[in-house]
């Protein structure tokens, strides 16, 4: 083969070869799979493997520890006490259906008296009471209660908007039994259910002194409630402030009230 052959040959074998890599770069860009949330890379602004970013599973780093702010424990009868606390949520779109947590009571000597173990639900950016009634202490006395927060059973995150619950209306009396009512209000196009309230009373110290919950089971869109918290004895004081709160879980799974 003379050489102009030769180079002709070697011209054509390129440019064939050239075309068929274009040809292959193009099927592999047409054809590779868009990056996703379940993909197993870390890609798309993720913060770590299919987690943070766009995507709706939260990265272990991403959630701040939740805040508990106090917790008080209150005389009912008959060696029964109330127990309420204050929890703060930091993460403005990030919750969890199941929260564990762990109220324990102490005495005088601060020796431990009793716990009780239930769960709640935590949406976003939201600070709420925790509450449990007519926890029994036998013949001690408790003076002083604390709350332990279990670790969420899963991190969630939630971009869309928190349930529009309001509370008109509210009216307290101490004598003969205190009493307080109030009525909620559905400000949301659909029906709640399961909506939890809770009224705490405070002295002129910002010192909460008692504390009662209720649940409505469902009200309608646009709908009204009311709602009655009761004590079975008068207290010592009147409430400076009476602080009344209403929640409904946003989660689709969440602890049975």
Not at 97 to 111: G, Q, R, V
Request: charged residues 20%.
């Amino acid at each position: 083969m003379d050489p102009w052959a030769r180079r002709r040959q070697t011209i054509i074998l390129g440019i064939a070869a050239f075309a068929a890599l274009g040809i292959a770069a193009l099927v592999y860009i047409n054809y590779q799979p868009a990056p996703s949330c379940s993909d197993g890379l870390q890609n798309q602004g993720e913060l770590a493997i299919d987690c943070g970013g766009p995507c709706a599973a939260v990265c272990a780093q991403e959630p701040r520890p939740l805040v508990v702010e106090w917790a008080r424990v209150f005389p009912i009868a008959g060696g029964l006490y109330d127990v309420v606390a204050r929890v703060s949520n930091p993460n403005e779109t990030i919750g969890a259906a199941l929260l564990p947590y762990t109220f324990e009571l102490f005495d005088s000597e601060n020796l431990s008296i009793t716990r009780r173990t239930q769960s709640t639900f935590v949406n976003p950016n939201e600070s709420f009471y925790i509450f449990e009634s007519l926890i029994s202490a036998g013949a001690r006395i408790p003076v002083r209660a604390i709350i332990t927060l279990g670790e969420p059973r899963k991190w969630v995150r939630f971009e869309g908007r928190l349930p529009k619950l309001s509370i008109i209306g509210k009216n307290y009396r101490n004598e003969p039994t205190p009493l307080a009512t109030a009525e909620l209000v559905n400000g949301t196009l659909e029906t709640l259910r399961d909506a939890r309230a809770i009224v705490v009373l405070y002295d002129e110290e910002g010192i909460a002194y008692g504390a009662s919950a209720t649940l409505v089971k469902s009200i309608g869109k646009d709908g009204r409630a009311p709602l009655s918290f009761t004590w079975p004895a008068p207290f010592a004081v009147e409430p400076a402030r009476i602080d009344m709160q209403s929640r409904v879980s946003v989660w689709e799974e969440a602890p049975a009230p």
